[in-house]
């Protein structure tokens, strides 16, 4: 690449007629309008989430205890014998049917089915995913599958947000906000964690950070929150007795569980496609696996009942440390065995139950065999990195567990076991449980958010300062002569800049050329008959998003930079070569390792 197409920053700032055309954000008023319409999706949600809890607990009394109750059930301590058994294989005969002869949407916890229909879909979701995706998971859940409800009601809340945003003349994005904003505003409403579920929307879901789509999210999530207290109140779900704050020692602890939850968290997830391979390589059709899922569910209820279900009660055991020593080993065995089967069978339900229980169970061991004290304090910790590190989400996993037990002083302790679990998994595994799925169906997602290189760059930081010019009398054979020479600066470019009486005439390009020697006057043609007279132009204050938006929209590959004083002067030059030289600033930046102090060396001014 020349000199002249450095990507340096020029010498003197740009102009102050600028400074008001940039801004720090780029929405518009269109946010009022997706916060208008974020509101009912969070009236949907928080009224769905009340359906779907009240079916899971009828179909629950009605397979286990065969009576008519909107009662939540605990099926934690009952021994049901073969019935116990018959019930979940019966359960995922009917959800494999729904997935075959419904819709297969229904099928896995639902969150990789969200993210494909945000990454693939434009955001649009099939009206029969809103119908069948919460009652396939209720019978699932009802009939003793270890799976959560916040998956189900994930992709059921996102559904609806995708279906009431089509109502509407919106883009893409827009829906993309609806969609995540009902999905958000669901597990707002089954959990009572708006904060979280936000937090849940950023990390996960928007892939971008913008107020754009965070402010009609949060109030989706904020709404459904008041429409949950009236239908299922308003205290936090497993309020426990607030600890004291938690000295050095403690949050060294709390870093060796999270980097041993990182661990554990890796070998869960390996555990759960290896099933679901184990799956695919059966000679029956893919119907049939949530029965025999079931069937392994029904055999691990046998031998504790604290598999089946949703096993909140569980999860409030090991929080308040009620369960010690060998039950936490089977816990964690029985459980993540059976979730794993279950979940690589293809059935549906949620996943953030099952890890917490699991990380609970974890955290709960490993801060009784360390002799820290208070067992229930650790679960809670194990819980908040086991999420955060497996969904590779440790916001939402460490304010999650603080929105659940509204203790405030573990925070610390919390946010150090997440992260530090997060740190495992992102060196141990290349995707996270949500996201090898989509992996193992060809697409990938990247999910690292940083700020666009093109979105902060000038022009006329990667301009040429030294444009390919010619006057605008020369002919077509003299400028054709000229781009043969070596080492001119015309030689390297596509296009020349026509000047004529010191301004922008306008612009020839190498195709221009080309045809016009094909004319029978080509000798005595000139450029400015040869070349366009109304070239499109960009000033050396726009970022390069602005111009490339221009070099897009007007099919071209480069751009005379002109004066904003006078838009016909010339002051450089922008193309493709220039752009790409960001890309490289950007990249030195990353990669190129240098020694940053030296007292031998000027500063730069």
């Known amino acids: 690449m020349d000199q002249n197409a450095s990507a340096t920053v020029p010498s003197s700032p740009p102009g102050h007629e600028s400074r008001g055309l940039l801004s720090d954000f780029t929405t518009d008023r269109r946010v009022l309008l ?183 999210v949060t109030v989706a999530a904020m709404v459904a929150s008041i429409v949950r207290v009236p239908l299922l109140g308003a205290a936090p779900i497993f309020a426990v007795t607030p600890h004291a704050l938690l000295d050095p020692k403690m949050l060294g602890i709390a870093l060796l569980i999270g980097v041993c939850i990182g661990f554990a968290s890796g070998l869960l997830t390996k555990l759960v496609y290896a099933c679901e391979d184990g799956f695919a390589k059966l000679p029956v059709h893919w119907m049939w696996w949530p029965a025999i899922g079931g069937l392994f569910v029904g055999l691990g209820g046998l031998i504790d009942s604290r598999v089946l279900g949703v096993g909140y009660e569980t999860i409030y055991s090991l929080m308040r440390g009620d369960l010690v020593g060998a039950a936490l080993v089977g816990l964690i065995l029985a459980k993540g065995i059976v979730w794993a089967i279950a979940l690589g069978s293809g059935t549906s339900g949620g996943i953030l139950a099952p890890l917490l229980m699991v990380g609970g169970a974890v955290g709960g061991l490993l801060g009784s065999l360390v002799g820290a004290g208070d067992i229930g304090l650790w679960a809670m910790i194990g819980m908040a990195a086991m999420m955060g590190g497996t969904m590779g989400a440790p916001l939402t996993g460490t304010i999650f567990i603080l929105e659940l037990t509204a203790d405030l002083n573990t925070l610390p302790a919390l946010l150090v076991a997440t992260v530090a679990s997060l740190c495992v998994t992102v060196l141990l595994l290349r995707r996270s449980v949500l996201t090898e799925k989509l992996a193992r169906r060809g697409q990938h997602i990247s999910r690292e958010y940083s700020v666009d290189v093109f979105a902060v760059m000038r022009v006329g930081d990667v301009m040429d300062r030294n444009p390919p010019v010619v006057a605008a009398e020369t002919t077509v054979a003299e400028l054709s002569k000229l781009l043969t020479e070596a080492g001119s600066n015309l030689s390297r470019r596509q296009a020349t800049l026509i000047e004529q009486d010191g301004l922008l005439a306008g612009i020839v390009t190498r195709g221009d050329l080309l045809r016009a020697q094909q004319t029978t006057d080509a000798g005595t043609m000139t450029v400015v008959r040869a070349g366009a007279l109304d070239p499109v132009t960009v000033f050396a204050d726009e970022t390069l998003d602005e111009a490339m938006d221009k070099m897009l929209q007007r099919g071209v590959g480069r751009l005379p930079v002109v004066s904003r004083d006078n838009p016909r002067k010339i002051v450089g030059y922008l193309g493709r070569a220039e752009i790409l030289a960001s890309r490289m600033q950007q990249h030195d930046e990353e990669q190129r390792r240098e020694r940053g102090l030296s007292f031998s060396r000027t500063p730069k001014p």
Not at 69 to 88: C, D, I, K, M, N
């Open 34 to 216: 997706l916060c208008l319409l974020a509101a009912p999706i969070g009236c949907i949600a928080g009224l769905v989430a009340k359906a779907l809890l009240w079916l899971i607990a009828v179909i629950t009394n009605a397979a286990f205890f065969l009576r008519f109750s909107a009662e939540p059930a605990v099926l934690t301590g009952h021994h049901f014998g073969w019935w116990g058994v018959a019930v979940p294989v019966i359960g995922g005969l009917i959800v494999g049917l729904m997935a075959r002869y419904g819709t297969d949407k229904i099928r896995g916890h639902g969150i990789p089915e969200a993210l494909e229909a945000i990454l693939l879909g434009r955001s649009l979701m099939n009206p029969k995913v809103a119908i069948l995706k919460p009652v396939s998971s209720a019978i699932c859940i009802g009939t003793g599958g270890p799976f959560g409800a916040e998956g189900p009601i994930i992709v059921t809340g996102g559904a609806f947000g995708s279906l009431f945003a089509q109502l509407f003349h919106l883009t893409s994005a827009e829906r993309k906000t609806l969609l995540v904003a009902g999905a958000a505003a669901g597990m707002a409403a089954i959990f009572a964690t708006p904060i979280a579920a936000v937090l849940l929307a950023v990390e996960l879901l928007l892939f971008e950070w913008k107020p754009r789509s965070f402010i009609p």
